[in-house]
């Protein structure tokens, strides 16, 4: 039977693991407005997050003056991530991480309200033998991989990617219109972000057995 430090030093290796497994998904998000025509004057949706749950970074403000059909993004990103392990009495290692987020509209050269408004919720998440995924409801509004139309309520990835949440105010759709789009159907376990790290977990778990045997 091997001595006491070397099933400490291989325990210490897996708790390291679960340590990183327990990190939350993250992406780089615009938002974005899709219009069908050309408005009348420049409108200026203002974004802002609202209600969160178990998210390390959930703040995002940030104007998209829209002054022609088709799609207009925020010009910067905003890093977005959850969490995923529990602390100070939360109960994030199991709870779904969610995020609001909503926009009102005004008219650029009056500052007035236009009276459109929009919001969806987002629920984030990271599960250990899938990718990381986003499924957002609310307000007609997609979230696509790049900055141009789609038709996706969920979208799936490794790593951190750019996400653009595509608000369409003046659109009236269907939730189950939207299939998923999923870039890979790799295994890995969360936090680590790289294929195969399931089997360094099970690697470390095999070490520690038979190091007590």
Known sequence: MANLSSVLRALAAIALLAKDANAGTSANV????????????????????????????YLFEKNVTVNTAGITCSLESVHISSKASSSGGDLCATDDSS????????????????????????????????SDHVTISGSPAVVCSTPS?????????????????????????ADDEFPVED???????KGLKTPGALLIVSVMASTVISLLW
Not at 32 to 45: D, H
Not at 149 to 173: E, L
Not at 183 to 189: P, R
């Open 30 to 57: 615009k938002a974005c407005v899709e219009l069908p025509t050309e408005p009348a004057s420049p409108v200026i949706y203002a974004f802002k997050n609202g209600d969160h749950h178990c998210m390390y970074e």
């Open 149 to 173: 139309d789609c038709n996706h309520q969920k979208m799936s990835w490794h790593g951190t990617p750019d996400i653009y949440f595509i608000f369409k105010p003046f659109a009236s759709v």
């Open 183 to 189: 870039d890979s159907a790799a295994f890995y376990i």
């Open 99 to 130: 995020w609001d987020l909503g926009f009102n509209a005004y008219d650029s050269a009056t500052k007035q309200p236009t009276g459109q408004t929009g919001a969806i919720s987002t629920k984030w998440n990271a599960p250990i033998l899938s």
